[in-house]
C-alpha cells in the first residue's frame, strides 16, 4: 500500500515530490530568487535519487517478477531525454514538482546518477 501510495502521490518520470501536490503547502515550481527557491526545495521539488529506493521497494513487494522489473525498466526510458539535457551524460539534481520536465539545481548530481546506474545493474 505504501508503495502504491508513493506512486500516486509523489512518483513522477524523473524522480520523487518532496512533497504531494494535494498539500496546500506545495510549491509547483523551483524557480525565482535565492529565498524563493530555498522555501521551494523541499516542498514539493522533485528529486533523483530517491527513486533508487522507490524501484527497489516497488521489485520487493512485487517479489521481482520479470513483469515487476519490466515496470521498472519501462519508467526509467524516461532518462533518455535527461540524459541529454543540461551535461550529457548526466542527471540533474531536482526537477520542478508540477510538470517536471526541466531540470533544476546542480545539472550533473552524481547520487541521481549513482542511484539510477545501481538500478540498472540490479535489473
Known amino acids: 500500500m505504501v508503495v502504491n501510495k508513493v506512486f500516486d502521490k509523489l512518483y513522477t518520470p524523473y524522480g520523487l515530490r518532496s512533497l504531494s501536490p494535494d498539500d496546500i503547502q506545495f510549491v509547483p515550481e523551483y524557480s525565482g530568487k535565492h529565498y524563493k527557491r530555498d522555501m521551494s526545495y523541499h516542498q514539493g521539488t522533485v528529486w533523483t535519487f530517491p527513486l533508487g529506493s522507490y524501484f527497489r ?24 531525454d535527461a540524459l541529454r539535457e543540461g551535461c550529457v551524460g548526466q542527471v540533474a539534481e531536482i526537477y520542478d514538482g508540477l510538470i517536471p520536465n526541466e531540470s533544476r539545481g546542480c545539472f550533473a548530481q552524481a547520487w541521481s546518477v549513482s542511484e539510477i546506474l545501481k538500478i540498472y545493474d540490479e535489473l
Open 57 to 80: 521497494a516497488y521489485l520487493k513487494v512485487n517479489n521481482y517478477t520479470n513483469e515487476a522489473k519490466e515496470v521498472v525498466k519501462k519508467q526509467l526510458n524516461f532518462f533518455e
